[in-house]
T-cell receptor, first 113, second 114 residues
Framework: DQQVKQNSPSLSVQEGRISILNCDYT??????FLWYKKYPAEGPTFLIS?????DKNEDGRFTVFLNKSAKHLSLHIVPSQPGDSAVYFC????????????FGPGTRLSVLP | DGGITQSPKYLFRKEGQNVTLSCEQN?????MYWYRQDPGQGLRLIYY???????QKGDIAEGYSVSREKKESFPLTVTSAQKNPTAFYLC?????????????FGEGSRLTVL
């Protein structure tokens, strides 16, 4: 049973528009969430995080929103650029010691010029 | 430059053979992790280690073994008992006990069993 779900395997967006990637989780003990970006044949790179005490965190073009009651978070990229084309993973942790994250299956974002 | 180095990047193995994937980090991180990625799936945790000479099984540890004799190194052995070893393997490290920190990943090792 997947504890972290990304129900859209892929998403295509026009350059300059907003990309919205969604993530749902089932474990109410999760209290820290991250987004990673991954290019083919490379390791994931950290993008942005949010803890459960917040409902929004912003870093440049990237904003993550957390809705704890709905167990849902989303990543907004504005404006989208062709270099944003990658697979995006959502990850969640309930671990007070260490960082044992549970990863979602990923969403492949294609930003079209 | 600080980072995580995985080797080899590509590896072919015959069925029945053990193979060891290397992971070295110079970030002075206490915690190290091994994940496996299969198409259409997220990263699944194989083993992790929070401190030298100690490690714990993750969600899919069967058929794998690890050691943590040095802080910098966390090699993963894929044994012949692993029924479906062809996958992309990712090593990561982080600051143990630091809630709020992220994991840093290596570039991955792709293992193909012939």
């Amino acid at each position: 049973d997947q504890q972290v779900k990304q129900n859209s395997p892929s998403l295509s967006v026009q350059e300059g528009r907003i990309s919205i990637l969604n993530c749902d989780y089932t474990n109410s003990m999760f209290d820290y969430f991250l987004w990673y970006k991954k290019y083919p044949a490379e390791g994931p790179t950290f993008l942005i995080s949010i803890s459960s005490i917040k409902d929004k965190n912003e870093d440049g073009r990237f904003t993550v929103f957390l809705n704890k009651s709905a167990k849902h978070l989303s990543l907004h990229i504005v404006p989208s650029q062709p270099g944003d084309s990658a697979v995006y993973f959502c990850a969640a942790s309930a671990d007070n010691y260490g960082q044992n994250f549970v990863f979602g299956p990923g969403t492949r974002l294609s930003v079209l010029p | 430059d600080g980072g995580i180095t995985q080797s080899p990047k590509y590896l072919f193995r015959k069925e029945g053979q053990n193979v060891t994937l290397s992971c070295e980090q110079n970030l002075n991180h206490d915690a190290m992790y091994w994940y496996r990625q299969d198409p259409g799936q997220g990263l699944r945790l194989i083993y992790y280690s929070q401190i030298v000479n100690d490690f714990q099984k993750g969600d899919i540890a069967e058929g794998y073994s690890v050691s943590r004799e040095k802080k910098e190194s966390f090699p993963l052995t894929v044994t012949s008992a692993q029924k479906n070893p062809t996958a992309f393997y990712l090593c990561a490290s982080g600051l143990a006990g630091d809630l709020g920190g992220e994991l840093f990943f290596g570039e991955g090792s792709r293992l193909t069993v012939l």
